[in-house]
């Protein structure tokens, strides 16, 4: 049975844990516990920190994009952008210290979504001119990016990631159903209501076969004949019959997912198969289970 995932980073055995340098071993692998695990108080009370600034620097961003606040407080606002991005950018360097291949952490998700939340800043530096202000704004925006890393911290995220990428088959297959629906209506509606009623062309037909199977309804674009309005009420009736397709594909995933992790040991006085993997009676008979090991 394969073990459990090595973290970024980490020593891949006891050996090379030992033959670090001797002058930063223990300085750098404290500093490593500290931010990639979640196991010590130490260890929870950064990650408990960590997430705080994050959402502080987050609602910052928010603020500083409504034009009164920014008007009254704006030194503040910007004097608090820098401490926040000072920080993230200390947090970034220790975290490229303490791991043993840079470049991979570097060229990772969480590695990237590092250097998202600090960057914007700085380049904000390079643009002083009044006539790049929008550019610098623009980049600015890509602050928001300092909520992905919360992600990191969240071991509920991971089995919500597990179970939509156990499901991605199935959901593939009903999106590419959805998408032949849909071309197949808009091409309806594109020779039934034509360019006169709106529907220029087929992606224009697209466009309102999925804003009509999703309910939406926007009215931009709607039918004026009678064929092309029970057209769409039958897009409609089919959109409410699959809408909930893929919730229930995911749900089904993720109760899975939740589910006890069962053993496969055969019950000798009734059959069952499988049972609880810590169990040491049949639970539907109560007879003592073999040990796995004798199997």
């Known amino acids: 049975m394969a073990g459990p995932a090595r973290r970024e980073g980490e020593p891949r055995s006891l050996f090379e844990r030992e033959h670090w340098p001797a002058s930063t071993a223990g300085l750098r692998y404290r500093l490593?516990?500290?931010?990639?695990h979640h196991d010590s108080p130490a260890e929870r009370?950064?990650?408990?920190?960590?997430i705080a600034a994050i959402l502080a620097s987050v609602l910052v961003v928010i603020l500083d994009s409504v034009p009164s606040l920014r008007a009254r407080w704006h030194l503040v606002l910007y004097a608090a952008e820098w401490l926040f991005t000072g920080l993230f950018t200390l947090e970034y360097l220790v975290r490229l210290w303490v791991v043993r291949n840079r470049l991979?952490?570097?060229l990772s998700f969480y590695g990237l979504i590092d250097l998202l939340a600090i960057l914007p800043t700085y380049l904000s530096l390079l643009f002083p001119t009044s006539t790049s202000?929008?550019?610098?704004?623009?980049?600015?925006?890509?602050?928001?990016?300092?909520?992905l890393k919360l992600v990191e911290y969240s071991s509920e995220a991971g089995v919500l990631l597990q179970a939509l990428w156990r499901s991605r088959r199935k959901i593939l297959v009903f999106l590419a159903a959805v998408l032949t629906v849909v071309v197949v209506f808009a091409?309806?509606?594109y020779l039934v209501?034509?360019?006169a009623n709106g529907f220029t062309s087929i992606p224009t037909a697209m466009y309102w076969a999925v804003v009509t199977m999703a309910t939406v309804g926007f009215g931009d674009i709607a039918p004026h004949t009678p064929l092309g309005r029970f057209i769409t009420s039958?897009?409609?009736?089919?959109?409410?019959?699959?809408?909930?397709v893929p919730t229930g594909i995911y749900t089904a995933e993720l109760a899975r997912s939740l589910q006890p992790r069962r053993m496969r040991v055969r019950c000798p006085q009734c059959g069952?198969?499988?049972?609880?993997?810590?169990?040491?009676?049949?639970?539907?008979?109560?007879?003592?289970?073999?040990?796995?090991?004798?199997?």
């Open 234 to 244: 039958v897009l409609i009736l089919i959109g409410y019959s699959i809408i909930a």
């Open 45 to 50: 009370n950064f990650d408990l920190w960590l």
């Open 193 to 195: 209501e034509g360019p």
């Open 272 to 295: 069952l198969p499988e049972h609880e993997a810590d169990a040491w009676h049949c639970r539907k008979c109560g007879h003592a289970l073999p040990s796995s090991d004798s199997e």
């Open 133 to 147: 202000l929008t550019v610098v704004r623009a980049l600015r925006l890509l602050r928001i990016f300092r909520v």
């Open 187 to 189: 091409a309806l509606m």
């Open 104 to 106: 991979r952490y570097a």
């Open 32 to 36: 490593y516990r500290v931010i990639f």
